[in-house]
Structure formats: structure tokens, C-alpha cells
């Protein structure tokens, strides 16, 4: 099936769009962070998300820099005010860059991966927001470089996650700085652990990688978005990956364009219900979002770009009069508005006083109206800082079922929004499955509303060194009840199942 280049979407909720307002409660709220640092720290600055002590707050683990990184425990009011505490947690280290949450070892409580500029670090869960370095136990090679993305699944068979991760400059080079990217690593499950880690070579400086089904074929393949200004001859990348073979890149002659970014971060979701995913890819002043120019049983990786047409070129400062091209960082598809759309928060943020580029950069929030088309929201909503922006994280942190936004600044103090509150109905989704990858990475969630269809891939990865781990939020308009099913990352399909609005639904298979 070929599709043209037009907007055609299912019939969307007849609830208005809303601009959500967002209040910044960065100082009452107790978050006193900075990632700091310069040179190995001009990337990076992610956030984690996820419930480490089982009240299902979310709590917040923050990359430092040359500061430790930090854990701040949730204590907000359900519905009211954000509040969170600095508790000690064992992740107090500096050099790092990022932090994902995933649950490795299948046993219930998250872990976290730390990205460093030196050894990265997998740090095992012990309960009650404690953690325990375990690069020992579970064979992980930690490596000696500057780490600056990450990704994470589970192979067929396979006890323990596939992780992936991607690599920036090598410093010890004498290229350094241009044309010395590191090579990246796929870290696979061997025995009771990890193998020696497979180089993923060539690499070409990695800022955000996503395993992804993105043909609708049950498999995954892994997207690698490169930063141009530091390699030579390289591009935008997406490997196969089959059990028990090595990867190895998709080419132009199946259908790979050539493509050549200063890409930072990854966002998908599946914006046309249609069974594939759009992927909205940061850049300075070249924001993508990529579709599969034709799709069907022998889709090929051919892409055509419709940022433009879709309204989230975001290529230079929407507001001010610094009319220099813009730079994009973390980027995260989320209905922030509960319209049953989803909408499109980018953090924006100069590299490091970089004269050609915008210093006064706000944040984006597109909203996505019935048409397809979104529009900037950010300032009327409240959230455009010009700070210099790396990581985020759009996630319901006061159990409202409206979501709200942390953002990690360079050299500045990182802010938190709390989103006083929308009209539109919500659903969460929680995925629980016995054995190995027990919340279900990879699997694809759908939610329909009348004849509203909304699908989202469940994912580790992706964004700007920054990862959530919980239960999927929906839109729903103004639906009080949903139908829920899970295409499972066996393949199975559950049945619809019909839920209430502004719940939260736990299925398994």
C-alpha cells in the first residue's frame, strides 16, 4: 500500500482542544538539582521515572554530571502539589549522563542503568528505593567511554534484556574531536549474565536509540540517531537484529535513505493507528517526523519527512526575537491535554554557547489538533523555560490523570511543571506477565474509544538519556469507557477488554 503524503486519520473525540496550564513548583516542590559539567557534559542530562517504593508515584532519578546523581522520593499530594525528597539511594556517583529504569532481573522491582562518561553502571533494585551495584553479578561490562544513549528488550527465549548502548566521542583519540566516534555496544543475554559486548560498528556518535517493530513484522530492529558534527561519512541508522546472528545494518538497496542529522532524540508512537510507527527525530534547526512511504507485508525502511506538513518543523525560537536556528534535545509523544491525541513535548537548549544557534531556545509543546496538525502550546501553557534543556520526562507524578513535566537543565537548575488539570477522561495501562520481562517491553498497547483508535509501542528507550517505567497514559476525551488490548511480544493478542475512564487498567495475557 502506498500512502500519499495527505492527513488521513480516524474520526477523532469530539471534545475541543485545550491548552493545558502548567505551574511550576521547581522550589516548593523540594527539587534542588543541577546537572552540571563542560565538555564531556555538553550531552546528556537525563531523568528516570519510575515507582521505586510501591505507593505508584513516580520518583525521579537525576543524572548529575560532575554533581552525583540523585534520587528524589515522591511525596506528592494525589492531586494537589508536587513534593519530593533527596533520599539516599546508593546511585550518589558522578560521570553520569543518563538513567533508564528497567526491571532486569524479573523480579518486581526496577533497576536502573547509569550512563557515564567512564564505566557504566547497572544498578540491581533492593526495594524501598535502595540500589546495589551489579555489573559483577550479572557479567556486565561496563566499559570505558562517554556513554550518551540507550535501549533496551528482550529476545526470544532470553532470561535478561538485550541492552544497547550508544557511545559518543572517543577522547583518547588523536581525531579527537572530529571523526573519533566510539564504538557502540549490544550487551546479550549469555547464560546466567551478559556476554562480552558486540561492537556495532561503524558507529557514528549515538545521542538516542529505540528497539522498535517498525514494519509490523513481530521482530525488532535497533534505530541509532548520530550526531553530523562529529563523525565523518556517517548517517542515521537502523540494524537488524535476528536471534543468534550478529546485527547487522539495513542498506540502501532494502530501501535505507541516506540520512544525515545532528540527531540527539527519538520519540515514536503510531500518531494514524494505521500499524506503524511515526518517529519524531530532534535535531539543530532539522527536526524530522519520519512515515513509511509505503507500508503492507513488504514495507521497506523508505521514509518520507512530514514535519512540515504535521506542524513540528520546531526549527528556530517560537518566541523572543533571537530568530537563530534552534536545538533540539529530549523529545516525548504524551496527551497532555487527555484529548485522545497524542501531543509532542521537545526540550530545546544551545549546545554550549554556540554562536550560529539560538541561545534563548524555549521548550516546545505541540498540541495535536483533529486535523493531525499540531500547534505550539508552550507559551500560553507555561512551559517554555530557556534554560538549556537536555532530558525530560512527561509523566503524571501527582496521580491525577493529568501529566506533568520534569525537564533537566546544563549548568542550571532542573524544573518541574505540575498540569493544574485538564477536562478530558484518562486511562492508564499496566502490562503484567509472568517469567522474563514481566511488564512487557515490546509489546503494542490499543485503546478504542467509539471509533477512536490509539496504539502506542510499550518501550525502553529512546529520548534524550532520559526512560519512564510505569503504566502507559491514554487520552480519552470526553469517553468514560475505553476498550483495551494488548498485541503481546510473542505475538499473542488479548481480547478487548472494557474498562472505566480514569483508571488504572492492569491486563495480562
Known sequence: MIRALVLILLAAPAAAQTV????????????????????????????????????????????????????????????????????????????????????????????????????????????NCRFERANEDWGFDGGDA?????????????????????????????????????????????????????????????????????????????????????YEGGQEQMWHLEPGQPPRLYTEAEGW????????????????????????????????????????????PDYGDIAWARGVTAHRPFMGDDLRPSTGWHAQFADVNNDARADLFVAKGNVWEMPDFAMADPNNLLLQGA?????????????ASTLAARGAAVVDMNADGALDLVVVNRNGPAQIWRNAGVAGNWLKVALEQPGPNPTGIGAWVEVRTKDHLQRHETTSGGGHVSGIWGPQHFGLGDADRAEVRVIWPDGQVSDWAEVAANTVATISP
Open 371 to 383: 486535523d493531525g496538525v499540531f500547534v505550539e502550546s508552550a507559551g500560553t501553557a507555561g512551559v
Open 146 to 230: 562517554w556513554s550518551t544513549a540507550f535501549a533496551a528488550m528482550w529476545e526470544a527465549g532470553a532470561s535478561l534484556p538485550t541492552l544497547a548502548i550508544g557511545n559518543y566521542i572517543n577522547q583518547r583519540e588523536e581525531a579527537y574531536p572530529w571523526g573519533s566516534c566510539t564504538e557502540n555496544w549490544l550487551h546479550r543475554p549469555d547464560g546466567g549474565g551478559y556476554g562480552a559486548p558486540v561492537a556495532l560498528t561503524p558507529s557514528h556518535c549515538a545521542l538516542s536509540m529505540l528497539f522498535t517493530d517498525w514494519n509490523g513484522s513481530g521482530r525488532k530492529s535497533l534505530r541509532v540517531s548520530n550526531d553530523r558534527e562529529y
Open 257 to 300: 535513505k541516506r540520512l544525515r542529522i545532528w540527531g540527539m532524540g527519538i520519540a515514536s508512537t503510531d500518531l494514524d493507528a494505521d500499524g506503524y510507527p511515526e518517529f519524531y527525530l530532534t535535531s539543530m534547526a532539522d527536526n524530522k517526523l519520519q512515515r513509511l512511504v509505503a507500508t503492507g507485508p513488504d514495507a521497506t
Open 20 to 127: 493545558p496550564q502548567f505551574v511550576e513548583e521547581t522550589t516548593p516542590a523540594g527539587l534542588e538539582h543541577s546537572f552540571a559539567g563542560e565538555w564531556e557534559y555538553m550531552v546528556g542530562g537525563g531523568v528516570a521515572a519510575f515507582d521505586c517504593n510501591g505507593d505508584t508515584l513516580p520518583d525521579l532519578a537525576l543524572a548529575g554530571g560532575t554533581a552525583p546523581a540523585a534520587l528524589f522520593l515522591n511525596q506528592s499530594a494525589r492531586g494537589g502539589a508536587l513534593a519530593f525528597t533527596a533520599v539516599v539511594s546508593g546511585i550518589e556517583m558522578e560521570g553520569v549522563t543518563g538513567t533508564y529504569p528497567i526491571d532486569i532481573d524479573s523480579d518486581g522491582i526496577t533497576d536502573l542503568v547509569l550512563l557515564r562518561v567512564g564505566e557504566n553502571v547497572v544498578m540491581r533494585g533492593l526495594g
